[in-house]
């Protein structure tokens, strides 16, 4: 299928179609497909997807075109119709130069406003007339408490990348910016994971949402990577995780943890053992973390222990194993997680640690990489309440092993 039919049997326009002509983009991607008929209609859109998926035109091209029928108006007469949060400066200039390359024939205007920078240029767009802004939460509140901008016209409310929002602290901001907008708007919500103040946010703001949920595209699972589980308890993680380390001294672990505190608490632990580790996460200031992660690819460190948004976008090159000292609560965590290891050739080794309460998290991790996790029989911190062993508590774990996905210790560096 060349570009026209496969955009244009999604319901896309020619403005917009040439556009995607021009930019050789042939075949929409999964986001895309799912995404663009429903948010055409004007529905509401929980989207589970982050950067590389192609999510910025899911939501910019059927925004593009629902913005064309009214017919373009004046100068300053233009009203911001749709309104843009990103996080941060830098996705909100690729957001913008999006909206600018795939509007190209569109006659609709779009600008960026952001902090960090003077406002008199922004001012300026603004002032010239705009109907699509792409913004940071900070600079989009002061322009609006001088009144140089109104978000009460604002008809479709895109909020990108919303769990780093959280992370870096906008969330107040963020619920400010929506009280301003009207109540009857549509809204789009991205996220590359669902942590639970980003499901309380997506409850209150969100009117029978369509869900979409991708992994990223360089998916899943690589194949070169060898998934193991070990099931034990909470209180013998960390005594786990020293054993697998000083087992096979010659790897470097990138270790994940559920909290911004855990992670600290294991860094310091892994620490008094002699184990050189340090902890990234959105507590510490982006100079702690670049320094922790230069240390980390220079081999200074051995251990780097992060939560899941800190390592987001982390280009490491020969990272032997990542390990889940937490299951994620979203299964497309785990996708993200391990996808850093066993790049480009190399092979890698993915290691989850399952506690009897992260059973359901197992299985739906199972479930989305469409394959079962081998499970490491016979090591020393072994839960009691393990597969095999019938317990009262959880009938699924009470379920005995298949053979076929188990897998002895002493097998695993052969088996890479
Ligand atoms: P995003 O996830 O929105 O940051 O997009 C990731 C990259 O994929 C960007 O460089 C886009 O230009 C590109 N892209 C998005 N959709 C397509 C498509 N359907 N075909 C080819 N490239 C695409």
């Given at each position: 299928?060349?570009?026209?039919?496969?955009?244009?049997?999604?319901?896309?326009?020619?403005?917009?179609?040439?556009?995607?002509?021009?930019?050789?983009?042939?075949?929409?991607?999964?986001?895309?497909?799912?995404?663009?008929?429903?948010?055409?209609?004007?529905?509401?859109?929980?989207?589970c997807a982050q950067t590389g998926t192609g999510k910025t035109a899911a939501f910019a091209l059927p925004i593009l075109q629902r913005l064309l029928p009214a017919s373009p108006r004046k100068g300053s007469q233009r009203a911001i119709r749709v309104l843009v949060l990103t996080p941060t400066r830098e996705l909100c200039s690729q957001v913008t130069e999006s909206f600018a390359a795939y509007g190209k024939f569109t006659g609709l205007r779009v600008t960026s406003?952001?902090?960090?920078?003077?406002?008199?240029?922004?001012?300026?767009?603004?002032?010239?007339?705009?109907d699509i802004l792409?913004?940071?939460?900070?600079?989009?509140?002061?322009?609006?408490?001088?009144?140089?901008l109104s978000l009460k016209t604002v008809g479709t409310l895109v909020l990108d990348e919303a769990d780093r929002m959280l992370d870096m602290?906008?969330?107040?901001?963020?619920?400010?910016?929506?009280?301003?907008?009207?109540?009857?708007?549509?809204?789009?919500?991205?996220?590359?994971?669902?942590?639970?103040?980003?499901?309380?946010?997506?409850?209150?703001?969100?009117?029978?949402?369509?869900?979409?949920?991708?992994?990223?595209?360089?998916?899943?699972?690589?194949?070169?990577?060898?998934?193991?589980?070990?099931?034990v308890e909470k209180s013998g993680k960390g005594e786990l995780l020293r054993h697998l380390l000083s087992e096979d001294t010659s790897s470097n672990a990138l270790v994940f943890t559920r909290t911004k505190r855990g992670a600290d608490r294991l860094a310091d632990q892994l620490f008094r053992a002699r184990i050189r580790a340090e902890a990234i996460h959105g507590g510490?200031?982006?100079?702690?973390?670049e320094r922790a992660l230069a240390k980390f690819k220079n081999?200074?460190?051995?251990?780097l222990v992060a939560t899941d948004v800190a390592a987001r976008g982390?280009?490491?090159?020969?990272?032997?194993?990542?390990?889940?000292?937490?299951l994620p609560e979203e299964p497309e965590s785990y996708v993200h997680r391990i996808g850093r290891t066993g790049r480009a050739g190399a092979s890698g080794i993915a290691i989850s640690f399952c506690g009897i309460e992260e059973r359901s998290l197992l299985v739906a991790i199972e479930r989305l990489i469409h394959q079962h996790l081998k499970v490491v029989v016979d090591h020393p911190f072994r839960s009691l309440l393990r597969p095999g062993i019938p317990t009262k508590l959880d009938n699924r774990a009470a379920r005995p092993v298949n053979p076929r996905y188990m897998i002895p210790a002493t097998e695993l560096f052969r088996a890479v």
């Amino acid at each position: 299928m060349n570009s026209n039919t496969a955009f244009e049997s999604l319901g896309l326009r020619p403005e917009i179609l040439r556009a995607l002509e021009g930019m050789k983009y042939n075949t929409p991607t999964p986001v895309q497909q799912e995404a663009i008929p429903s948010v055409l209609e004007g529905r509401d859109l929980l989207g589970c997807a982050q950067t590389g998926t192609g999510k910025t035109a899911a939501f910019a091209l059927p925004i593009l075109q629902r913005l064309l029928p009214a017919s373009p108006r004046k100068g300053s007469q233009r009203a911001i119709r749709v309104l843009v949060l990103t996080p941060t400066r830098e996705l909100c200039s690729q957001v913008t130069e999006s909206f600018a390359a795939y509007g190209k024939f569109t006659g609709l205007r779009v600008t960026s406003v952001y902090g960090g920078v003077s406002q008199n240029r922004q001012e300026e767009a603004l002032r010239r007339g705009i109907d699509i802004l792409v913004a940071t939460p900070g600079r989009l509140l002061d322009l609006e408490s001088q009144k140089i901008l109104s978000l009460k016209t604002v008809g479709t409310l895109v909020l990108d990348e919303a769990d780093r929002m959280l992370d870096m602290g906008f969330l107040p901001d963020v619920r400010k910016i929506i009280a301003k907008t009207p109540a009857n708007r549509q809204t789009l919500l991205f996220s590359a994971t669902i942590p639970v103040e980003i499901k309380r946010l997506a409850d209150t703001i969100l009117r029978n949402p369509v869900r979409v949920a991708v992994a990223p595209a360089s998916s899943p699972a690589a194949e070169n990577v060898l998934h193991l589980v070990y099931y034990v308890e909470k209180s013998g993680k960390g005594e786990l995780l020293r054993h697998l380390l000083s087992e096979d001294t010659s790897s470097n672990a990138l270790v994940f943890t559920r909290t911004k505190r855990g992670a600290d608490r294991l860094a310091d632990q892994l620490f008094r053992a002699r184990i050189r580790a340090e902890a990234i996460h959105g507590g510490r200031s982006q100079s702690a973390r670049e320094r922790a992660l230069a240390k980390f690819k220079n081999g200074e460190t051995r251990v780097l222990v992060a939560t899941d948004v800190a390592a987001r976008g982390l280009d490491i090159v020969d990272l032997s194993h990542v390990i889940n000292f937490d299951l994620p609560e979203e299964p497309e965590s785990y996708v993200h997680r391990i996808g850093r290891t066993g790049r480009a050739g190399a092979s890698g080794i993915a290691i989850s640690f399952c506690g009897i309460e992260e059973r359901s998290l197992l299985v739906a991790i199972e479930r989305l990489i469409h394959q079962h996790l081998k499970v490491v029989v016979d090591h020393p911190f072994r839960s009691l309440l393990r597969p095999g062993i019938p317990t009262k508590l959880d009938n699924r774990a009470a379920r005995p092993v298949n053979p076929r996905y188990m897998i002895p210790a002493t097998e695993l560096f052969r088996a890479v």
